[in-house]
């Protein structure tokens, strides 16, 4: 109603110019809503200008309007609930023109007429003279200028914005009940557009003591209806479920007759003064805040993605709340959690297959990472994930190439123009119903992915061979002639096939020769056992007797001719077995060239009703897989338990730290400091990234970790450090490791070793003793983001079930703890930069540049390392003090005051580091064994995020210097000054890794 400020002076003028006795009534009915308010306006002397400031509050401008209309409503004769408007512009004389422009005002609240009469009323003949005092009221059709207007209001303060102060607040958090008692716990405030985590020590000092507001409530009133209605937490839930924004003004919050919640919203009294609870505390989704879930299953098919049900890991959600999909780092949605009536399962249906196989997305830099804790009274807080929508969502298509095709095969798309003429194949497809209702970047993806299935027939065997099958269906069925024999002939699919045959018919003549080899050894034991059986008229019999009579004349002869027979009757009973065995064998080839025959015949036969299923059926060649599958597990099984037999060093703790200190000393030239920060590093981190400049033993240091820590003392086939040497042109896993052949039912292995590495693994599981390193050299000479995708999630896990990986096999593979990479990293112009989200995740040392060794000192017999020896050592933190955290604390605010963001991630993974690293760091250059792993902490986690032009970054790096002067970080000051000293070089461009 009084936004206009302008007509807001006319308003004020108006009541300020009314006799003071009017005055001081409406200034004495205002009913102030917390001491505060009263002190604050009691501190006003001028009755005009405590008006005017009273009148810019929604909450008293009610109050005086209506006190006024009190005073004066028998002055005009009108009643409130009956007059209408043109009653009350007749009923204005010069006796009584004020009282009626206060009837005015007030009428306007009962009737709720201000949007309809209010600025024609502020513009009116008859409230213009009111203001000016001109009591003739004959009828004019004139209004009064600006400048009249001016100079009627000259009564009224010039600077009216400085009355309009901001009380208004918006608080996210949880609303818990414990009893019959509702408190609110905020734990974000969004105020000027941005958002503010609260401290604890804010939180604690702002809304003492336990950090919260309660919310009271009258019995059998409005507002407790309103708090059962709603869901919310009770104070025994060990996880925050119902999360709320509240949005109200601060002035609303008043003190509290209570010690444990020391302020009050008085909700009742909201609704006195007609405020719609609902606006005042709703669900934090309609901010645009959506709790984070997860898939049950690390790895969903598009198929199973776009149809079925997705099964959620977190328990603490709302039947019917959107939600965000976190899923291979895209956040998909929303979603409506749905629950499961058996056994109250949350899941998810993205319902992509009726909405065209189209899902829309949020990157993570289109959303801003929340957590709400619950504390619950309990020492081990719980953290809810949510994210913020500040970006846009995109657009992912997930149908399926097998989907795809069968829509194009309903279009009776013929697959003879394909064959013939792919440009009109693909104007066909171009303009088929089915790509009509999608955006045009998804049809122009499915157009080029159908182009690629005709085109590239090596890579998309089996989708042309889906497709073949179809056409040819549908050409049976509408009795189409037009595929011919010489299609059929010369079609890829029908030459795969004979291919196929070929290999059945070398395995076949396999199976003969080892045969005749098997008839040739029965024949020789036949033979062999017709001399035995023509010497029983006792010729071999004397003849083996005399000799032995001559050798031994005591012998007893009779006992030898036993012992020779008793041999015959071996070799007799052996000479059977083999002849039962070869019968068994042929038996077994007649079978085979039988069964072999008949799906020959079979396949012959049913060419065209089966569509050119393999002539070997897939059942043979799951089989041989199976079999080759279980003896690959066999051998797996036999190297573990081998593995599990090797004994450990009983080193730990400190003994264990000096060992490594002495033993990579032995090698480098590298402080204590530099070798324990290298083993926290790689026994915190999934990933641990050396950099430097070429010659500074980047590849080399990761052997020597390797052999400190006995993993070279396995022998060549069981060695737990693998080397790899990553090739430009790197893209996916298939690079990396292999892919699984469809065809011949087999894993093709790009890398032998890491396939068996991770094969070992998965068969040790849980029971994994030893560390395993991975190094990979040259690693950004191809995107890491890429072939190392499927292990990025690994970075991130927290229970078992994110401990799975998918590497193509026909199950997922368990990745013990014990597994961690190192990688070596080139900041030249010819390789990849590395991904923010690599950078996330990874600790990125740069090695110091010293010396090599000329000649190794003392020899250092390599102790064999636990897993568990070196996780104790360098993994298990103790808490960090207050004064290390608060200065962390303001190097995250001055990182985040630059634009880069510290994810909740980096802020675990530097306390972690922080609370093992400053037990067993030495101090150096007059700093602290805390400072300096806080030095560590910050040039290996927070640095690398700086990536732009230096004017960007020239207030950062003088505040950032000052941090470092004043807490003896050196590390990190002399990395700020690499940056600035090298941006002339560079172009202006600041980067941590150049």
């Given at each position: 109603?009084?936004?206009?400020?302008?007509k807001?002076?006319?308003?004020l003028s108006?009541?300020?110019?009314?006799p003071?006795?009017?005055k001081?009534?409406?200034?004495?009915?205002?009913?102030?809503?917390?001491?505060?308010?009263?002190r604050?306006?009691?501190?006003?002397?001028?009755e005009?200008?405590?008006?005017?400031?009273?009148?810019?509050e929604?909450?008293?401008?009610?109050?005086?309007?209506?006190?006024?209309?009190?005073v004066?409503?028998?002055?005009?004769?009108l009643d409130?609930s009956e007059?209408?408007?043109?009653d009350?512009?007749?009923?204005y004389?010069a006796?009584?023109?004020?009282?009626?422009?206060?009837?005015?005002?007030?009428?306007?609240?009962?009737?709720?007429y201000?949007?309809?009469?209010?600025?024609?009323?502020?513009?009116?003949?008859?409230?213009?003279?009111?203001?000016?005092?001109?009591?003739?009221?004959e009828?004019?059709?004139?209004?009064?200028t600006?400048?009249d207007?001016?100079?009627n209001?000259?009564?009224?303060?010039?600077?009216?914005?400085?009355?309009?102060?901001?009380?208004?607040?918006?608080?996210?958090?949880?609303?818990?009940q414990?009893?019959?008692?509702?408190?609110?716990?905020?734990q974000?405030?969004?105020?000027?557009?941005?958002?503010?985590?609260?401290?604890?020590?804010?939180?604690?000092?702002?809304?003492?003591?336990?950090g919260?507001?309660n919310?009271a409530?009258?019995?059998?009133?409005?507002?407790?209806?309103?708090?059962q209605?709603?869901?919310?937490?009770?104070d025994?839930?060990?996880e925050?479920?119902?999360?709320?924004?509240?949005?109200t003004?601060k002035?609303?919050?008043?003190?509290?007759?209570?010690?444990?919640?020391?302020?009050?919203?008085?909700?009742?009294?909201l609704?006195?003064?007609?405020?719609?609870?609902?606006?005042?505390?709703?669900?934090?989704?309609n901010?645009?805040?959506?709790?984070?879930?997860?898939?049950?299953?690390?790895c969903?098919?598009?198929?199973?993605?776009a149809?079925?049900p997705?099964?959620?890991?977190?328990?603490?959600?709302?039947?019917g709340?959107?939600?965000?999909?976190?899923?291979?780092?895209?956040?998909?949605?929303?979603?409506?959690?749905?629950?499961?009536?058996?056994?109250?399962?949350?899941?998810?249906k993205?319902?992509?297959?009726?909405?065209?196989?189209i899902?829309y997305?949020?990157?993570?830099?289109?959303?801003?990472?929340?957590?709400?804790e619950?504390?619950?009274?309990?020492?081990?807080?719980t953290?809810?994930?949510?994210?913020?929508?500040?970006?846009k969502?995109?657009?992912k298509?997930?149908?399926?190439?097998?989907?795809?095709?069968?829509k194009?095969?309903?279009?009776?798309?013929?697959?003879?123009?394909?064959?013939?003429?792919?440009?009109e194949?693909?104007?066909?497809c171009?303009?088929?119903?089915?790509?009509?209702?999608?955006?045009?970047?998804v049809?122009?993806?499915?157009?080029?992915q159908l182009?690629e299935?005709?085109t590239?027939?090596?890579?998309f065997?089996?989708e042309?061979?889906?497709?073949?099958?179809?056409m040819?269906?549908?050409?049976?069925?509408?009795?189409?002639?037009?595929i011919?024999?010489?299609?059929?002939?010369?079609?890829?699919?029908?030459?795969?096939?004979?291919?196929?045959?070929?290999i059945?018919?070398?395995?076949?003549?396999?199976?003969k020769?080892?045969?005749?080899?098997?008839?040739?050894?029965?024949?020789?034991?036949?033979?062999?056992?017709?001399?035995l059986?023509t010497?029983?008229?006792g010729?071999?019999?004397?003849?083996?007797?005399?000799?032995?009579?001559?050798?031994n004349?005591?012998?007893?002869?009779?006992?030898?001719?036993?012992?020779?027979?008793?041999?015959?009757q071996?070799?007799?009973?052996n000479?059977?077995?083999?002849?039962?065995?070869?019968?068994?064998?042929?038996?077994?080839?007649?079978?085979?060239?039988?069964?072999?025959?008949?799906?020959i015949?079979?396949s012959?036969?049913?060419?065209?009703?089966?569509?050119?299923?393999?002539?070997?059926?897939?059942?043979?060649?799951?089989?041989?897989?199976?079999?080759?599958?279980?003896?690959?597990?066999?051998?797996?099984?036999?190297?573990?338990d081998?593995?599990?037999?090797?004994?450990?060093?009983?080193?730990?703790?400190?003994?264990?730290?000096?060992y490594l200190?002495?033993?990579?000393?032995?090698?480098?030239?590298?402080?204590?400091?530099?070798?324990?920060?290298i083993?926290?590093?790689?026994?915190?981190n999934?990933?641990?990234?050396?950099?430097?400049?070429?010659g500074t033993?980047?590849?080399?240091?990761?052997?020597?970790?390797?052999?400190v820590?006995g993993?070279?003392?396995?022998?060549?086939?069981?060695?737990r450090?693998?080397?790899?040497?990553?090739e430009?042109?790197?893209s996916?896993?298939?690079?990396f490791?292999?892919?699984?052949n469809p065809?011949t039912?087999?894993?093709?292995k790009s890398?032998g070793?890491?396939?068996?590495?991770?094969?070992?693994?998965?068969?040790?599981?849980?029971?994994?003793?030893y560390?395993?390193l991975?190094?990979?050299?040259?690693?950004?000479?191809?995107?890491?983001?890429?072939?190392?995708?499927?292990?990025?999630?690994?970075?991130?896990?927290?229970?078992?079930?994110?401990?799975?990986?998918?590497i193509?096999?026909e199950?997922?593979?368990?990745?013990?703890?014990t597994?961690?990479?190192?990688?070596?990293v080139?900041?030249?112009?010819?390789?990849?930069?590395?991904?923010?989200?690599?950078?996330?995740?990874?600790?990125?040392?740069?090695?110091?540049?010293?010396r090599?060794?000329?000649?190794?000192?003392?020899?250092?017999?390599?102790e064999?390392i636990?897993?568990?020896?070196?996780?104790?050592?360098f993994?298990e933190?103790?808490?960090?003090?207050?004064s290390?955290?608060?200065?962390?604390?303001?190097?995250?605010?001055?990182?985040?005051?630059?634009?880069?963001?510290?994810?909740?991630?980096?802020?675990?993974?530097?306390?972690?580091?922080?609370?093992?690293?400053?037990?067993?760091?030495?101090s150096?250059?007059?700093?602290?064994?805390?400072?300096k792993a806080l030095?560590?902490?910050?040039v290996?986690?927070?640095?690398?995020?700086?990536?732009?032009?230096?004017?960007?970054?020239?207030?950062?790096?003088?505040?950032?210097?000052?941090?470092c002067?004043?807490?003896?970080?050196?590390?990190?000051?002399?990395?700020v000054?690499?940056?600035?000293?090298?941006?002339?070089?560079?172009?202006?461009?600041?980067?941590?890794?150049?």
């Amino acid at each position: 109603m009084y936004e206009n400020k302008k007509k807001l002076k006319k308003i004020l003028s108006f009541y300020c110019s009314l006799p003071d006795d009017i005055k001081r009534k409406m200034i004495d009915s205002v009913q102030y809503i917390n001491r505060e308010h009263k002190r604050k306006f009691g501190r006003i002397k001028s009755e005009n200008e405590k008006l005017e400031k009273l009148m810019f509050e929604d909450n008293y401008r009610r109050q005086i309007v209506d006190c006024a209309y009190r005073v004066t409503k028998d002055k005009t004769g009108l009643d409130i609930s009956e007059s209408e408007y043109d009653d009350i512009i007749a009923s204005y004389t010069a006796e009584s023109c004020i009282y009626s422009t206060i009837f005015f005002f007030r009428w306007c609240y009962e009737k709720d007429y201000d949007n309809k009469y209010f600025n024609e009323f502020l513009d009116s003949p008859e409230f213009e003279k009111t203001l000016s005092k001109d009591f003739s009221f004959e009828p004019s059709e004139e209004s009064v200028t600006e400048n009249d207007d001016d100079n009627n209001t000259e009564c009224v303060s010039e600077s009216i914005e400085e009355y309009t102060e901001d009380t208004g607040m918006k608080l996210y958090g949880r609303i818990e009940q414990r009893m019959t008692f509702y408190n609110f716990f905020p734990q974000y405030e969004y105020i000027n557009g941005r958002l503010h985590e609260f401290t604890k020590e804010e939180l604690m000092s702002g809304y003492p003591s336990n950090g919260a507001i309660n919310l009271a409530y009258v019995t059998s009133e409005e507002s407790e209806d309103f708090l059962q209605n709603i869901d919310i937490d009770k104070d025994t839930d060990t996880e925050a479920s119902c999360l709320y924004v509240l949005d109200t003004d601060k002035y609303d919050i008043e003190e509290n007759n209570n010690s444990t919640y020391q302020y009050k919203i008085d909700l009742q009294k909201l609704v006195a003064r007609g405020i719609r609870l609902s606006d005042v505390i709703s669900p934090l989704y309609n901010e645009n805040v959506y709790k984070i879930v997860t898939p049950e299953f690390s790895c969903i098919s598009d198929k199973d993605f776009a149809n079925s049900p997705v099964y959620l890991n977190e328990t603490n959600l709302l039947e019917g709340e959107p939600v965000l999909l976190k899923y291979n780092e895209k956040y998909y949605g929303t979603f409506y959690v749905r629950c499961r009536i058996q056994d109250g399962k949350y899941y998810i249906k993205t319902d992509a297959n009726i909405n065209n196989f189209i899902l829309y997305y949020y990157s993570e830099d289109d959303i801003d990472i929340m957590e709400f804790e619950k504390q619950a009274y309990r020492e081990d807080p719980t953290y809810t994930n949510c994210a913020r929508i500040t970006g846009k969502r995109h657009i992912k298509d997930i149908i399926p190439r097998q989907t795809l095709l069968e829509k194009i095969g309903e279009e009776n798309i013929s697959l003879s123009i394909a064959e013939k003429n792919p440009e009109e194949f693909m104007t066909l497809c171009n303009n088929s119903p089915f790509f009509s209702d999608i955006p045009a970047e998804v049809r122009e993806s499915r157009i080029n992915q159908l182009h690629e299935i005709i085109t590239d027939t090596k890579r998309f065997q089996d989708e042309k061979r889906t497709l073949f099958e179809s056409m040819l269906k549908y050409c049976q069925e509408k009795g189409d002639s037009g595929i011919t024999d010489k299609m059929i002939s010369e079609s890829g699919i029908y030459k795969s096939l004979q291919s196929e045959l070929e290999i059945q018919r070398s395995e076949l003549e396999k199976q003969k020769e080892n045969n005749e080899k098997l008839t040739a050894q029965i024949n020789e034991l036949k033979e062999l056992n017709q001399k035995l059986q023509t010497s029983s008229s006792g010729d071999i019999y004397q003849d083996s007797a005399d000799e032995i009579k001559n050798e031994n004349p005591e012998h007893d002869i009779s006992e030898s001719i036993k012992n020779l027979q008793e041999q015959q009757q071996k070799l007799i009973a052996n000479n059977e077995f083999l002849m039962a065995q070869a019968q068994m064998y042929k038996a077994r080839i007649k079978s085979a060239q039988e069964e072999i025959s008949r799906a020959i015949e079979e396949s012959i036969a049913n060419t065209a009703k089966n569509a050119f299923e393999p002539y070997i059926s897939n059942a043979m060649l799951k089989a041989a897989a199976k079999w080759d599958s279980d003896e690959e597990s066999e051998k797996y099984s036999m190297r573990a338990d081998m593995i599990l037999k090797k004994r450990a060093s009983s080193l730990s703790g400190t003994a264990l730290t000096e060992y490594l200190v002495k033993s990579v000393q032995s090698k480098r030239n590298y402080t204590r400091n530099e070798i324990i920060n290298i083993f926290i590093s790689i026994a915190q981190n999934f990933i641990t990234i050396f950099s430097g400049d070429p010659g500074t033993g980047k590849t080399s240091v990761c052997n020597i970790i390797a052999d400190v820590l006995g993993l070279n003392s396995f022998g060549s086939d069981n060695n737990r450090y693998i080397s790899v040497s990553v090739e430009r042109g790197w893209s996916s896993k298939r690079d990396f490791i292999g892919y699984f052949n469809p065809l011949t039912k087999k894993y093709d292995k790009s890398n032998g070793r890491i396939y068996d590495a991770l094969m070992l693994l998965n068969e040790e599981n849980k029971k994994s003793v030893y560390p395993y390193l991975i190094m990979l050299d040259e690693a950004n000479l191809s995107p890491m983001e890429y072939y190392w995708a499927d292990f990025m999630p690994l970075s991130d896990r927290v229970s078992d079930s994110d401990m799975y990986i998918n590497i193509g096999t026909e199950k997922e593979l368990f990745v013990p703890e014990t597994l961690r990479f190192m990688a070596t990293v080139n900041t030249d112009r010819t390789t990849e930069e590395l991904s923010p989200r690599l950078i996330d995740r990874a600790c990125i040392i740069k090695l110091p540049d010293v010396r090599p060794k000329e000649a190794e000192s003392e020899d250092i017999i390599p102790e064999l390392i636990s897993w568990q020896s070196l996780s104790e050592t360098f993994a298990e933190p103790s808490p960090v003090n207050g004064s290390l955290q608060k200065l962390l604390e303001d190097i995250y605010s001055l990182f985040e005051t630059y634009g880069m963001n510290i994810s909740p991630r980096i802020r675990i993974a530097v306390n972690k580091y922080i609370g093992v690293a400053q037990g067993i760091m030495d101090s150096e250059n007059n700093a602290s064994p805390q400072e300096k792993a806080l030095d560590y902490a910050v040039v290996q986690k927070l640095l690398p995020k700086i990536n732009g032009c230096y004017e960007d970054y020239e207030g950062f790096f003088e505040a950032l210097k000052k941090i470092c002067t004043e807490n003896h970080l050196s590390l990190t000051g002399s990395s700020v000054e690499r940056m600035e000293n090298s941006r002339k070089k560079n172009m202006g461009y600041c980067q941590y890794l150049i």
